[in-house]
């Protein structure tokens, strides 16, 4: 029903930036939220950031918060996640998610989330 394909992961040093792309299918992007999650090995599937339809509100995990910024352009059925100042424990496989919803509050945990993507791996070497 609905793909989402993330990209732009790979291996970066301690204090480098990256920045993911997420591209959705469908007719219906600007209707869903959206958020990333990451999972490192062994670990639970940990919040990163959300945002809500027309991109006006933003949320973020504490960890990453001031590092991170998530945007979106519907236009291109596209969610973003740039990542500056990046540490080793940022190492994790990223997942790109969508939420169908009618409530105005974001989000923070993955059961509420419909549809993911393959995730893309982000490897921070120290």
């Known amino acids: 029903q609905v793909q989402l394909v993330e990209s732009g992961g790979g291996l970066v040093q301690t204090g480098g930036s990256l920045r993911l792309s997420c591209a959705a299918s469908g007719r219906t992007f600007s209707s869903y939220h959206m958020g990333w999650f990451r999972q490192a090995p062994g670990k639970e599937r940990e919040f990163v950031a959300a945002i809500s339809r027309s991109g006006g509100s933003t949320d973020y995990g504490d960890r990453v918060k001031g590092r991170f910024t998530i945007s979106r352009d519907n236009a291109k059925n596209t969610v973003y996640l740039q990542m500056n100042s990046l540490k080793p424990e940022d190492t994790a496989v990223y997942y790109c998610?969508?939420?169908?919803?009618?409530?105005?509050?974001?989000?923070?945990?993955?059961?509420?989330?419909?549809?993911w993507g393959q995730g893309t791996q982000v490897t921070v070497s120290s």
């Open positions: 998610a969508a939420r169908p919803t009618i409530y105005i509050a974001l989000a923070v945990t993955a059961n509420e989330y419909k549809y």
